[in-house]
């Protein structure tokens, strides 16, 4: 009989009390039970302390730094290398604390690691898109990018995870997430981008969280897709590729240079 895997699900949050509880009896109600859930809270001034202490089986972390120096993504990034430090699953699953788990999505996720041995990371769909996150079923060829899953969809072997973190330039990049920065790094370092046709998370649009702010073509968007190609070149040269300078690259990099300058 095959082993089943061991799962970490780590958990950073924010002030996300209107979603918290729902999100851990997510987790807590799973048809697979080997796992653990480890939760990094970032100086959170709601009830999100409270309502994680009742759950028993939650390792808590709590951020002791009252001086919130950093970028959302950076805190985000933060957290979750913290929460990887008391990890002991072999496959870790991330979950922001205003999305939820279907009942059955940690059992297909040990599936496909056990059957996909030679695989280490794995994007599962939302199962509601909508219109701020629609997929495309035909890749679009003259794009060079990935498609940009939520994190909450995204499962990892935690050997993937721990090459991932230790290149992740934790102080740079401050407002690339880090989703973005696993497409990137899991097509372009580890040549692999995997993704299983089933829809296992339910996405949260929060109007207040971080991907709500960046608008397609706004000032913190051309920001974004500047910094994206800088993480691209160092995963490229880490990797001693080429890297190819787009007309795209040079044209996003003045718009995020004049924007930098007037703002």
Request: charge should be positive.
């Amino acid at each position: 009989m095959i082993n089943k895997s061991y799962i970490s699900i780590l958990i950073t949050n924010y002030n996300k009390e209107k979603f918290l509880d729902k999100s851990l009896k997510s987790v807590c109600n799973q048809n697979f039970k080997n796992y653990e859930i480890i939760i990094f809270d970032d100086c959170s001034t709601d009830k999100s302390i409270k309502i994680i202490k009742k759950y028993k089986k939650v390792k808590l972390i709590i951020n002791k730094a009252k001086n919130k120096k950093k970028s959302g993504p950076l805190n985000q990034i933060n957290g979750i290398i913290e929460c990887f430090k008391k990890s002991k699953g072999n496959i870790i699953c991330l979950l922001d604390a205003d999305d939820y788990f279907k009942k059955y999505k940690l059992m297909k996720i040990d599936q496909f690691f056990r059957k996909n041995k030679e695989l280490n990371c794995v994007y599962d769909f939302p199962s509601n898109n909508t219109s701020q996150f629609i997929f495309k079923k035909k890749n679009n060829k003259k794009s060079i990018w990935p498609t940009i899953f939520p994190t909450s969809c995204i499962s990892i072997r935690k050997k993937f995870l721990k090459i991932f973190l230790k290149n992740v330039n934790k102080n740079q990049f401050p407002n690339l997430e880090i989703d973005a920065r696993l497409a990137i790094f899991s097509k372009f370092y580890m040549n692999e981008y995997n993704i299983l046709n089933k829809k296992l998370t339910h996405y949260n649009y929060d109007e207040n969280g971080i991907t709500a702010k960046i608008k397609k073509y706004s000032n913190i968007w051309w920001i974004r897709r500047s910094e994206a190609f800088s993480y691209l070149r160092v995963i490229m040269n880490k990797k001693k590729r080429l890297f190819i300078y787009s007309f795209d690259f040079y044209f996003t990099n003045f718009l995020a240079f004049l924007i930098k300058k007037i703002l």
